[in-house]
């Protein structure tokens, strides 16, 4: 298969971008480090739309054992228009990939006027966001020059982790040596990334013909995975473009399997927890209405692997592995859109953000499938 999109470069790129941000933490994190080192913080808001939001999502189990405060996650107009905070001493990092962001740019501009602290996380240099926050962070991933995210989900996780470890260094809440001991880990989980994308590209030629006639779509998960159920969810809207919804798996239990017939299409993230066997028993009841299931899941108590699941060596960390289980529906929505001509790097209307206002015109840094 030829596989000329820039979303699959761009997947395959995931390792090395992590481990880079990684090495260069202490650079990417100095300005942030330095502007809160002696601000008293007591809870953290990240803020941000699509998948900004589920990078932050994605890194809050981790944030919040580090630093023992709440972290809340939240899309910028519901923080900007219903949202109450009643300690001052809370910070809001607002994040835009592409920088642009409307939306964002008014949930850290309503934190502002509220005497909340504000932080920017973009990789555009020169991010609309960076003139609305006290303080700014680059997400070293290249430019990406494609509608639909890759690098840049987990390369946001990554670079709000190290911020956030970097501060916790710096006021003594973590040692330096317990922060190497997760780091370690999430070297770890970076290290495996390029055995889950040729074990995801393998998946997909094998169950390709089964799914791209699919015209509803569901992706459930649990725990820390449920970010890539609505991540996944996302990157197989933006490129594939048929109905596609995602659920934490309790709430799917709690009616949406009515809903089930003979054409939908479910994914499983069943990665290592309490919830993995309900996840096989439910696969189990599910086969009865519908033919079409994938589990992806590493090897522990499968008993039978179908041709059409994905069984890899995860290395089921409970804070990291999220930046593996995405990579299967990232390699699923880059090469069924190929395989149905679509091509994934390019939106389905270019202009769509200037003609709905949603984002500010970069004078062209985002051209869609040209160098």
């Known amino acids: ?24 933490r202490k650079e990417i994190a100095k300005d942030f480090v330095n502007y809160y080192r002696d601000k008293e913080i007591e809870q ?11 990078a932050g999502l994605s890194a809050k189990a981790y944030l919040e054992e580090i630093l023992n405060i709440k972290v809340f996650n939240m899309y ?6 219903n949202e109450k905070v009643f300690n001052r001493n ?15 740019v008014e949930g850290l501009d309503s934190a502002k006027s509220r005497g909340l602290h504000t932080a920017a996380v973009s990789e555009n240099p020169n991010a609309l966001l960076f003139q609305h926050a006290e303080v700014s ?6 430019n990406e020059k494609c509608g639909a995210k890759t690098k840049g989900y987990t390369g946001t996780t990554v670079t709000l982790l190290m911020m956030l470890t970097e501060l916790a260094i710096e006021k003594g809440i973590i040692t330096e040596e317990k922060a190497g001991e997760y ?27 089964e799914f791209l006639p699919a015209k509803r779509i569901i992706v459930v998960g649990y725990d820390n995975m449920y970010a890539d159920v609505l991540e996944g969810s ?38 290592k927890g309490g919830y993995k066997t309900r996840t096989l028993k439910l696969i189990e009841i599910v086969r009865e209405w519908t033919p079409h299931n994938y589990l992806i899941s590493s090897t522990e108590g499968i008993d039978t692997v179908l041709d059409k699941d994905l069984i890899c060596d995860f290395t089921e960390d409970p ?20 395989d149905l001509g679509i091509n994934p790097d390019i939106p389905k209307d270019p202009q769509f953000h200037q003609r709905i206002g949603s984002k500010e015109v970069d004078n062209g840094r985002d051209q869609w499938g040209k160098d």
């Not at 910028?76 to 228009?81: D, E, G, S």
């Not at 809370?90 to 964002?104: E, N, Y």
């Not at 962070?137 to 290249?142: D, L, M, P, S």
């Not at 990157?235 to 003979?262: A, M, P």
């Open 319 to 338: 804070y990291f592995s999220a930046w593996e289980y995405i990579i299967p529906l990232q390699v699923l929505s880059c090469l069924a859109s190929q």
């Open 137 to 142: 962070t680059r997400i070293q991933v290249g």
């Open 90 to 104: 809370t910070l809001v990092i607002g994040i835009s990939q592409g920088g642009q962001s409307l939306s964002t």
């Open 234 to 271: 996302l990157k197989i809207l933006e490129t594939v473009r048929q109905g596609v919804t995602g659920y934490d798996i309790e709430e799917f239990f709690h009616g949406i399997y009515n809903s089930i017939t003979d054409n939908t299409h479910i994914f499983y993230l069943a990665s």
């Open 76 to 81: 910028p107009t519901q923080f900007a228009r």
């Open 1 to 24: 298969m030829d596989y000329q999109s820039k979303m699959y470069d761009y997947i395959c790129e995931t390792p090395e971008v992590l481990t880079g941000i990684i090495h260069q």
């Open 44 to 54: 953290i808001y990240v803020i941000g739309s699509g998948t900004s939001y589920h």
């Open 183 to 209: 780091r370690l880990r999430m070297l770890t989980v970076i290290h495996n990334l390029a055995k889950v994308i040729k074990a995801s590209t393998d998946w997909y030629l094998r169950i390709k013909e």
